[in-house]
Nanobody, 119 residues
C-alpha cells in the first residue's frame, strides 16, 4: 500500500515559480508517478508523469514550463513549475500506480492535494 503526501503549494504572482513535492510511504521506485490538477468546475487533468524507465509526459498547457523529477533515495516526486500563469491555479494531486498510465487518470493511489494559486 502506498500513501502520498503533497507539499509546496501556495500563492504566487504570475511569472513566478513553485516546486511541489510528493513524499511516498511504501516502495515506489517500480511505480509510475504523476501530477494532476483540478480547478473548480473543471475535470481533473494530467500535468506530468514519470515512468519507471525515466520517460516523461507533459500536458500541452505546461510543456516547456513544468518539469517532473524524482529522488528515489528520498522516495519523493517533484514538480518544478516556472513561468506560472493564472490558469495554472488549481489543486494539484500526486498519483502513483504500478501500471504505466502516463497522463491517464486511472491511478490507484492519490494524495490529498496541495493548492496552487497564481494571481
Amino acid at each position: 500500500h502506498v500513501q502520498l503526501v503533497e507539499s509546496g503549494g501556495g500563492s504566487v504572482q504570475a511569472g513566478g515559480s513553485l516546486r511541489l513535492s510528493c513524499t511516498a510511504s511504501g516502495y515506489t521506485p517500480s511505480y509510475c508517478m504523476g501530477w494532476f490538477r483540478q480547478a473548480p468546475g473543471k475535470e481533473r487533468e494530467g500535468v506530468a508523469a514519470l515512468d519507471t524507465d525515466g520517460s516523461t509526459s507533459y500536458g500541452n498547457s505546461v510543456k516547456g514550463r513544468f518539469t517532473i523529477s524524482k529522488d528515489n533515495a528520498k522516495n519523493t516526486l517533484y514538480l518544478q513549475m516556472n513561468s506560472l500563469k493564472p490558469e495554472d491555479t488549481a489543486m494539484y494531486y500526486c498519483a502513483a500506480d504500478h501500471v504505466s498510465l502516463q497522463l491517464a487518470r486511472g491511478y490507484n493511489y492519490w494524495g490529498q492535494g496541495t493548492q496552487v494559486t497564481v494571481s
